[in-house]
């Protein structure tokens, strides 16, 4: 049981920061964008990340059962934790600096079922960005926000690793 917690583990790990790092990765082309462009091209992101972005609580989960199967007080064990940490950053930088954003960004799109429920969480948050705030401002806080995203995962999967490898 341990193997298969340890494989699903890294996996989810690896996919919720490959979807962080590839918008990290798409930072210094999209800032070329004018503000029309750049609107049409946030819309691709839906439903695709959404769909993968179910890595990210599920990473978080099975990281923390890996870390109750660890041995207490062992190094594999406080690099779980440090994991687990790092995970927890992550995600909370997504509901704290990018959520709010992507709610603006989705404001007048159609979403299907499942995407429209995720992305209604903390519309009120949403609507607290003003209107008239800079589209440049915003652009840059959720392009920063993948960036710092995409650091925690990648600590974050190094550490899992880490921690299976000892």
């Known amino acids: ?12 790990v690896a996919i919720a920061t490959a979807l962080a790092l590839a918008h990290a990765l798409e930072w210094p082309g999209k800032l070329r964008l004018p503000k029309d462009q750049y609107l049409a091209i946030q819309a691709i992101y839906y439903p695709g ?28 064990f ?6 687990l940490i ?17 709610n603006f960004w ?3 799109t159609q979403l299907a079922k499942t ?4 992305f209604a969480v903390g519309t009120v948050r949403a609507k ?7 589209w440049t401002a915003l652009r840059d806080r959720w392009e920063r926000s993948h960036v710092v995203r995409a ?7 190094v550490m899992v690793a880490t921690a299976i490898a000892l």
């Open 1 to 12: 049981m341990l193997v298969t917690v340890e494989v699903i583990t890294i996996v989810l």
């Open 106 to 108: 989705l404001k007048d």
């Open 78 to 83: 406080w690099m779980t934790v440090g994991a």
């Open 49 to 76: 990340f959404t769909i993968g972005g179910v890595a990210e609580p599920l990473s978080l989960l099975f990281t923390a059962a890996l870390l109750v199967l660890m041995p207490r007080g062992t190094p594999a």
């Open 128 to 134: 607290s960005v003003p209107e008239s705030e800079d």
């Open 151 to 157: 650091a925690f995962g990648f600590v974050s999967l």
């Open 115 to 118: 995407s429209g429920r995720f």
């Open 86 to 102: 790092g995970l927890l950053a992550m995600h909370a930088t997504y509901w704290i600096l990018t959520h709010p954003v992507n």
